[in-house]
Every structure is written in C-alpha cells, then in structure tokens.
T-cell receptor, first 112, second 116 residues
Framework: DAGVIQSPRHEVTEMGQEVTLRCKPI?????LFWYRQTMMRGLELLIYFNNNVPIDDSGMPEDRFSAKMPNASFSTLKIQPSEPRDSAVYFCASSFGNEKLFFGSGTQLSVL | AQTVTQSQPEMSVQEAETVTLSCTYDTSESDYYLFWYKQPPSRQMILVIR??????QNATENRFSVNFQKAAKSFSLKISDSQLGDAAMYFC?????????????FGKGTKLTVNP
C-alpha cells in the first residue's frame, strides 16, 4: 500500500483565495483525521470521520474551514477565504479501528 | 477532556547513550491507547511505539521501550544506543478507546538532539 497520500505537498496562495487540500487514506481504513501543526499550537485535531461520517468537528477554527469525505477513498479540507494565520502544515491520517494512525506527508500551506 | 504533557521541550544525548523522554497525561478513562510518534525534519510522522492501557507489560520495539505507569498516568520513552538518525521531534499521544472519542491528542513535543 502506498500509505496516506496528500496533495499538494506545498501550497502558496494569497489572502482571500480558496485553498483545497486533498487526502487519500489507506484502503480499508475506516477513520480519517485532519490535523494542523503550527509552532505555537502544536498538533491540533480539526475534524475526524468514521466510515465517511464526520464525528467531531469541534476543532475546525471557524466557518471558513470545511471538510468532506464523499467516499472511503477521498477527503478534502477547504479554506475559503484563506488568511495568513491559516499558514501551517496540514496532516491527514487514517486508521483501522483503534489501531495506530498512519500519517500522510502533510501539506505546507503558506498564505501571503 | 484528555490532555498530554511533555515537560521537556528539548533534550540532548550522546551517540550510543540512553535517553528518556517524559510524558504525562490526564484522563478519567480506564481503557485507552498511548503512542510515541517521531517527526524528523522531513516532517513525516512516524509511529515509534504503541501501548494499550489494559496491558501491564511495557511495550518495546528494538531500541525503543516505554515505562508505562498507569496509576501515575505516566508514559516515558527510553531510547537505548542512540543513533544520529534518532534526532527528531518526539510526540506523545493519547487515544481513547471509547466510541465517538477516537481522536489522537498530542503533547507539544520534545526536540531530541543526538551529538556525535
């Protein structure tokens, strides 16, 4: 298996633009997580899904952030409009049940 | 809500020596999982070791072992025979076993430097 695949690896955009981050979990995994990592706040959970259904989105900063999981093999995290404070590394991770989380390589987002 | 505390922002060790990274957590649950993840400069999150709370035996993975003290809510990581490749950020994490609470909660991390 290729592991969790995230794209793009780097994204540079201007304030106010829409940003879409993509994730393909490991086949057969039933949990998918979106984390954000910054120096100040560390690793924060934004949202997670179980069997494509959002379970906990309490970490989503505000209405500018939205996440979808239309099927078991794809998820997106969208920021609209983006702001400089959204600059961070965004990780997607998946797991099967309560087994270990496998992380993607992350997307480095820079909002100018 | 569960919290994870790593009290050592930075640690250093000489190559071939042993180092222990500390982690404490707060929870009212009895069934959960604990993890140590390694994040090298490549930023990839790599699982180092996993411990189930119901198991009294400490987990080990080659040069990595943990000291799990459930009553004290402590979960330290010992790295033996440290290698230059062990230099990275290390994150301790907690995951509930309860349905609907499966998120992984991370500590702030410990930056480990390995000196040749």
């Amino acid at each position: 298996d290729a592991g969790v695949i995230q794209s793009p690896r780097h994204e540079v955009t201007e304030m106010g633009q829409e940003v879409t981050l993509r994730c393909k979990p490991i086949s057969g995994h039933d949990y998918l997580f979106w984390y954000r990592q910054t120096m100040m706040r560390g690793l924060e959970l934004l949202i997670y899904f179980n069997n494509n259904v959002p379970i906990d989105d309490s970490g989503m900063p505000e209405d500018r952030f939205s996440a979808k999981m239309p099927n078991a093999s794809f998820s997106t995290l969208k920021i609209q409009p983006s702001e400089p404070r959204d600059s961070a590394v965004y990780f997607c991770a998946s797991s099967f049940g309560n087994e270990k989380l496998f992380f993607g390589s992350g997307t480095q987002l820079s909002v100018l | 809500a569960q919290t994870v505390t790593q009290s050592q922002p930075e640690m250093s060790v000489q190559e071939a020596e042993t180092v222990t990274l500390s982690c404490t957590y707060d929870t009212s649950e009895s069934d959960y999982y604990l993890f140590w993840y390694k994040q090298p400069p490549s930023r990839q999150m790599i699982l180092v070791i996993r411990q189930e709370a119901y198991k009294q035996q400490n987990a080990t993975e080659n040069r990595f072992s943990v000291n799990f003290q459930k009553a004290a809510k402590s979960f330290s990581l010992k790295i033996s025979d440290s290698q230059l490749g062990d230099a990275a950020m290390y994150f301790c994490a907690y995951r509930s076993a309860l349905g609907g609470s499966e998120k992984l909660v991370f500590g702030k991390g410990t930056k480990l430097t390995v000196n040749p």
